[in-house]
């Protein structure tokens, strides 16, 4: 069978070729041993065991993959949390109105060029948990233009939230593919507690998701990487007080993600602070507040001076990703006070 150059995909490194006739190839026992089979989402394709590779209809030479990779355009994606609404919008929250905070949040979004494709909103998006509050957070995301997916944490109303967050741009759903990613957002809210918990019902939910991502792609093929989202962390971020209220049970988290290699990114709340570690190959990311942030590090309650903020995220089809934190220049007089909110 005859290999010839496929013009539209040449690289730098390395020629891409494309078989003339897929179908012929298909069990060809007269290859030689030079070669394998190998499943693709289009076709079967023959490439060479050693430094051939596929890619979509394509064979390219296995050190342009990463190059090709990152030619692609990456999916980018900010990451909102721990927003604190009022009903009133004059309202603050330690001495800060969260509204001016949040404006000044989404301006800094409007001006980024180009724009997130999307925005996740990981939790504690209302402080009172009031259908108004929800709304106003409706009309807040209007100038975004931007399709965008919630999740609940413990100041939530979570009938409130579904009552209210659920038009277009705005979108309801806890499961959805955006850019050769996996999203998967899930609830660790408990009523009337400040504690996250994962009910089993949601543990099974995320292990059914994972495995029909998993199983879709056949055992040949590997599944598109994949974004899990909640709002507590699950570890400790040594800071005594707010460690009390992590997520209790992360240890079943654990075992869920464990079973599936596709998880590359766990994204949070709840700490009001940046956040970075990494476990069994994720990298878990806690993100802070576009309110007030607390103290890194603190025994008891304390706020810190930083700005508030937001994480912004580009995600490639080969599962690497990159990160960064943006600051606000907001500023209030905040309560340094206060014990607890």
Same mark, same amino acid.
């Given at each position: 069978?005859?290999?010839? =150059?496929?013009?539209?995909?040449?690289?730098?490194?390395?020629?891409?070729?494309?078989?003339?006739?897929?179908?012929?190839?298909?069990?060809?026992?007269?290859?030689?041993?030079?070669?394998?089979?190998?499943?693709?989402?289009?076709?079967?394709?023959?490439?060479?065991?050693?430094?051939?590779? &596929?890619?979509?209809?394509?064979?390219?030479?296995?050190?342009?993959?990463?190059?090709?990779?990152?030619?692609?355009? &990456?999916?980018? +994606?900010?990451?909102?949390?721990?927003?604190?609404?009022?009903?009133?919008?004059?309202?603050?929250?330690?001495?800060? =109105?969260?509204?001016?905070? $949040?404006?000044?949040? +989404?301006?800094?979004?409007?001006?980024?060029?180009?724009?997130?494709? %999307?925005? !996740?909103?990981?939790?504690? !998006?209302?402080?009172?948990?009031?259908?108004?509050?929800?709304?106003?957070?409706?009309?807040? !995301?209007?100038?975004?233009?931007?399709?965008?997916?919630?999740?609940?944490?413990?100041?939530?109303?979570?009938?409130?939230?579904?009552?209210?967050l659920n038009r277009a741009p705005i979108s309801p759903r806890k499961a959805f593919t955006q850019g050769g990613w996996n999203f998967l957002l899930i609830d660790s809210s408990v009523p009337g507690c400040v504690h996250g918990n994962l009910s089993l019902e949601t543990l099974d939910w995320l292990d059914f998701r994972l495995r029909l991502m998993s199983d879709s792609f056949g055992s040949n093929?590997? =599944?598109?990487?994949?974004?899990?989202? %909640?709002?507590?962390?699950?570890?400790?971020?040594?800071?005594?007080?707010?460690?009390?209220?992590?997520?209790?049970? &992360?240890?079943? $988290? $654990?075992?869920?993600?464990?079973?599936?290699?596709?998880?590359?990114?766990? !994204?949070?709340?709840?700490?009001?602070?940046?956040?970075?570690?990494?476990?069994?190959?994720?990298?878990?990311?806690?993100?802070?507040?576009?309110?007030?942030? $607390?103290?890194?590090?603190?025994?008891?309650?304390?706020?810190?001076?930083?700005?508030?903020?937001?994480?912004?995220?580009?995600?490639? =089809?080969?599962?690497?990703?990159?990160?960064? +934190?943006?600051?606000?220049?907001?500023?209030?007089?905040?309560?340094?006070?206060?014990?607890?909110?």
């Amino acid at each position: 069978m005859k290999l010839r =150059p496929f013009k539209p995909c040449v690289l730098q490194q390395g020629l891409v070729y494309q078989f003339s006739s897929v179908a012929r190839i298909i069990n060809n026992k007269s290859a030689g041993a030079g070669y394998q089979e190998v499943a693709t989402p289009t076709a079967q394709l023959l490439c060479l065991k050693s430094n051939i590779l &596929p890619f979509g209809n394509c064979l390219l030479e296995r050190k342009s993959v990463s190059a090709i990779m990152k030619q692609v355009s &990456p999916l980018s +994606i900010a990451q909102i949390t721990d927003i604190h609404l009022f009903t009133d919008d004059n309202q603050k929250l330690l001495g800060l =109105p969260t509204t001016q905070s $949040f404006q000044a949040v +989404i301006e800094r979004l409007l001006s980024l060029q180009p724009q997130p494709d %999307l925005l !996740l909103l990981t939790g504690d !998006l209302s402080q009172d948990g009031t259908p108004e509050s929800y709304e106003r957070l409706q009309d807040l !995301l209007i100038p975004l233009e931007m399709p965008t997916y919630w999740l609940s944490g413990n100041h939530d109303c979570i009938s409130a939230m579904q009552q209210v967050l659920n038009r277009a741009p705005i979108s309801p759903r806890k499961a959805f593919t955006q850019g050769g990613w996996n999203f998967l957002l899930i609830d660790s809210s408990v009523p009337g507690c400040v504690h996250g918990n994962l009910s089993l019902e949601t543990l099974d939910w995320l292990d059914f998701r994972l495995r029909l991502m998993s199983d879709s792609f056949g055992s040949n093929s590997v =599944p598109h990487p994949t974004v899990v989202a %909640l709002h507590h962390p699950p570890f400790r971020v040594n800071s005594h007080w707010l460690d009390t209220s992590k997520l209790q049970n &992360p240890e079943v $988290f $654990f075992a869920v993600l464990d079973r599936y290699p596709q998880v590359k990114l766990v !994204l949070f709340g709840h700490i009001h602070q940046e956040f970075n570690r990494q476990r069994n190959g994720v990298h878990y990311l806690g993100s802070p507040s576009t309110s007030v942030q $607390f103290e890194p590090q603190s025994s008891s309650f304390s706020l810190s001076h930083e700005k508030p903020g937001l994480r912004l995220l580009k995600l490639y =089809p080969d599962g690497s990703w990159e990160t960064r +934190i943006e600051r606000v220049a907001y500023s209030h007089k905040l309560d340094l006070a206060a014990t607890g909110y």
